[in-house]
Structures are given as structure tokens and as C-alpha cells.
């Protein structure tokens, strides 16, 4: 009955390491619901396919930033409520933090604007523990072998922008944001994620009854 989620800037190793996390908490025995966000249930992934493919599709930055909170507002109402109310896990890469600072942050909306509306597309649902995945820009784009999306296509001043914004926000929240250093090779970036996942799934055992 733990939500987590993982972020960090595009190309740092989320997706990878998103996987090796669930494969991890399935040997303990936990039950697992794998989502992302945007997507994750039919009207999520259609959404995701016009903020993030579609190119030729005019957004204007407000609209573009509900349409993620829309495509959040599903996610959670759909795959998350029910899978935390069954007492299953959910891991899912990115949520609210990533509009926050992907819009708010580097794109220049109001971040306290965004968090409050976030609470309305999430009715108050936050992740008990969010990873930040973090290194340098510039590695992060060697690590994608793919043409730029609509956000990468921005330029690095943007993406410099929401690396910062996730250093921030977890000073800020540092109980349920934690950054780790995605700098090292998978194996060792993935002993550091489980490392604090596993302090946090401990430290749970012992508050219980
Ligand atoms: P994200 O989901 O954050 O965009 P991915 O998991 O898709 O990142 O990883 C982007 C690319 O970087 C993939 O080709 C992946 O194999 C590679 N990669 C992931 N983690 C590492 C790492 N620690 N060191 C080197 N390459 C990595
Ligand atoms: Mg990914």
C-alpha cells in the first residue's frame, strides 16, 4: 500500500531503473501496479500522444498543462485509487512533480498555481515517496539515442531549468522527494534506489500496530 513514483529529467535512466525497482518489490512479495504519467488508462495514453508526439498539434502552455492534469486526474481515479484501496503497490514513472516543474519551473507557470491544481486533478493524492533520478543535462542526452520530443526540443536552458526545479522542490519536501545520483552504471544506481525504498518500507514495518 505504498505509491511511489520516479523522475528526473529525460534520458536518466527512469524507465530503466523503474523496472528493476518492480522487479525488486515483486520478490518481496508486494503486489505491483506498474503506471506512467501521462498514460496508463485509455483516455491517458491518447492525451500522451498529443502532448508528447504530436508536433503539429498547436498546444497553448495552459491547455498543454491540463491536459496532463486531466490525463493525471484519470490515472488516479482509474489505476491508482483502486490499486492502493486492494493494498497493492504503485510504482509510476513521473506524476504531479514533473508537471510542476517541467511547466511551472522551466516553463514559466505559476508553481504554487500548479501544485494547487494538481490537487484538484489528484483529489489530494500524492505519492508516500517520490525518486529523483538526477544527473548532468548533457549525459542525460547521451543517454537517449532519439530524436528530441516536444519538451526536449525546448533546448537545454530549459532542461537545465527542470533539473533544478526537481533540486528545489525536494529541498523543499525532502520527507517524499529524495534525489539519487543517477551518475553511476545501472546496477549501482539501482542499489541506491532500493537502498531508500528499502529504509522507507522498513520504517513503515515499525510505526505499524
Ligand atoms: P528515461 O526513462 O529516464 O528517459 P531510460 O531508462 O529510457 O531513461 O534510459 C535512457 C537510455 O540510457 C537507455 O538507452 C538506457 O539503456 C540508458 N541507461 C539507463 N541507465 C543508464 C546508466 N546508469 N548508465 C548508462 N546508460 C544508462
Ligand atoms: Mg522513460
Given amino acids: 500500500m505504498l505509491f511511489l513514483s520516479l523522475d528526473g529529467v529525460d534520458g536518466v535512466?527512469?524507465?530503466?531503473?523503474?523496472?528493476?525497482?518492480?522487479?525488486w518489490l515483486r520478490t518481496r512479495q508486494l503486489e505491483v501496479v506498474v503506471c506512467r504519467d501521462p498514460?496508463?488508462?485509455?483516455?491517458?495514453?491518447?492525451?500522451r500522444q498529443i502532448v508528447l508526439q504530436?508536433?503539429?498539434?498547436?498546444?497553448?502552455?495552459?491547455?498543454?498543462?491540463?491536459?496532463?492534469?486531466?490525463?493525471?486526474?484519470?490515472?488516479?481515479?482509474?489505476?491508482?485509487r483502486p490499486a492502493l484501496a486492494k493494498g497493492k503497490t504503485v510504482v509510476c514513472d513521473r506524476f504531479l512533480l514533473a508537471n510542476v516543474v517541467y511547466q511551472g519551473y522551466a516553463g514559466g507557470l505559476d508553481v504554487e498555481q500548479l501544485w494547487s491544481i494538481?490537487?484538484?486533478?489528484?483529489?489530494?493524492?500524492?505519492?508516500?515517496?517520490t525518486l529523483v533520478l538526477d544527473l548532468d543535462v548533457p549525459a542525460a542526452q547521451r543517454r537517449l539515442g532519439r530524436e528530441p520530443d516536444r519538451m526536449e526540443a525546448q533546448g537545454s536552458g530549459f532542461l537545465e531549468r527542470v533539473r533544478e526545479g526537481f533540486l528545489i522542490e525536494s529541498?523543499?519536501?525532502?520527507?517524499?522527494?529524495?534525489?539519487?545520483?543517477?551518475?553511476?552504471d545501472i546496477e549501482y544506481v539501482q542499489q541506491s534506489i532500493r537502498a531508500v525504498v528499502e529504509r522507507r518500507l522498513t520504517g513503515r514495518a515499525e510505526v505499524a500496530p
Avoid at 118 to 129: N, R
Fill in 13 to 23: 535512466g527512469k524507465s530503466t531503473q523503474l523496472a528493476l525497482l518492480v522487479d
Fill in 39 to 47: 498514460g496508463s488508462t485509455r483516455l491517458g495514453e491518447a492525451l
Fill in 54 to 80: 504530436g508536433h503539429d498539434t498547436p498546444i497553448h502552455r495552459i491547455a498543454e498543462m491540463l491536459v496532463y492534469m486531466a490525463a493525471r486526474a484519470q490515472l488516479v481515479e482509474e489505476v491508482i
Fill in 118 to 129: 494538481g490537487e484538484v486533478a489528484t483529489g489530494g493524492l500524492h505519492p508516500d515517496l
Fill in 171 to 184: 529541498r523543499l519536501n525532502h520527507e517524499r522527494i529524495v534525489v539519487v545520483s543517477a551518475a553511476g
